[in-house]
């Protein structure tokens, strides 16, 4: 069992940057694929970057790529997503995720979600 507890949301304008922090429960952590997942207002869920076990691997969403970064600290049960030139279209409630497997992109894969932060970006 894993439990995520996402912090670091909030209101920005666009250009400015904000990092997003998920603390997990757990002595398993590493053996986790670790995401974040995002959901605007009418729209689904979607991917916006993962990183692997040991943190070897990442991919991103074309529409956050050169713009964000995911890391994590196995040693602290902690991941993080650090966003940059912030856009209005990156308004949504951010999800943390977790998935027994080394590295996934499809949403049916994470056993595990936090409860979600509120990012807003102001034009």
């Known amino acids: 069992q894993v439990q995520l507890v996402e912090s670091g949301g909030g209101l920005v304008q666009a250009g400015g940057s904000l990092r997003l922090s998920c603390a997990a429960s757990?002595?398993?952590?590493?053996?986790?694929?670790m995401a974040w997942f995002r959901q605007a207002p009418g729209k689904e869920r979607e991917f916006v970057a993962v990183?692997?076990?040991?943190?070897?691997?990442?991919r991103y969403a074309d529409s956050v790529k050169g713009r964000f970064v995911i890391s994590r600290d196995n040693a602290k049960n902690t991941v993080s997503l650090q966003m940059n030139n912030l856009k209005p279209e990156d308004t949504a409630v951010y999800y943390c995720?977790?998935?027994?497997?080394?590295?996934?992109?499809?949403?049916?894969?994470?056993?595990?979600w936090g409860q979600g932060t509120q990012v807003t970006v102001s034009s």
């Open positions: 990183i692997s076990w040991g943190g070897s691997s990442t």
């Open positions: 995720a977790a998935a027994r497997s080394y590295y996934t992109l499809r949403l049916s894969d994470y056993d595990y």
């Open positions: 757990g002595r398993t952590f590493s053996s986790y694929a």
